[in-house]
């Protein structure tokens, strides 16, 4: 019987996002596959989390081609970009928690991820729409910890999902956006 690699990488991220130590043991009996199998698919938790790492980029740079983001006014790109990035938001929270197993390297995908939504961000401000003291490395930044600090809120109940999206998006367009001075 031949494994399917997508339905076993997508059953550990669901796992994963909910239960972050979960063992090799509990990561393949969500998968309905032995552990034997799994061990064949991924020599090890690393090599797995590399798997899920890349599962991730590809993700976020689907939800970023379907948000658009170089059309029409930056906040709306961001409101795109916060809605099509949400039904990953709780594997890129387990990434973000697992990066320290790779201290020092940085896959280049999210390099092309962090460049694009950092142009996001430059493009508001040469607009006008945002605000020019805030730097678009730390306007990023700010979106990936609010995204991942959202989606453990979310899977712990705290905060209802229906609720991500809006709250996400005020929060960091509420600090974002330039004001009128009076």
Not at 90 to 99: C, D, T
Not at 138 to 152: F, M, P, R
Request: glycine content about 8%; charged content about 25%.
């Amino acid at each position: 019987m031949a494994v399917d690699r997508d339905h076993v990488l997508r059953s550990a991220a669901a796992l994963l996002t909910h239960k972050s130590t979960a063992t090799m043991d509990e990561v393949a009996k969500a998968a309905g596959i032995s552990r034997a199998t799994l061990h064949r698919q991924f020599a090890g938790r690393d090599a797995l989390v590399r798997a899920l790492e890349a599962l991730g980029i590809a993700e976020c740079e689907a939800a970023l081609d379907a948000a658009r983001p170089d059309e029409g006014p930056a906040s709306d790109a961001v409101r795109r970009l916060v809605r099509e990035i949400e039904p990953v938001a709780a594997l890129l929270a387990f990434l973000y928690s697992e990066n320290q197993l790779f201290e020092g390297e940085q896959n280049s995908g999210w390099t092309r991820i962090d460049e694009r939504i950092a142009a996001l961000f430059k493009r508001g401000q040469a607009s006008g729409e945002f605000r020019i003291d805030l730097t678009p490395t730390w306007l990023t930044e700010a979106l990936y910890g609010l995204l991942a600090s959202g989606a453990w809120a979310v899977s712990e109940g705290r905060v209802a999902a229906n609720d991500f999206h809006y709250m996400i998006v005020e929060l960091l367009l509420g600090g974002a956006l330039r004001r009128e001075e009076s």
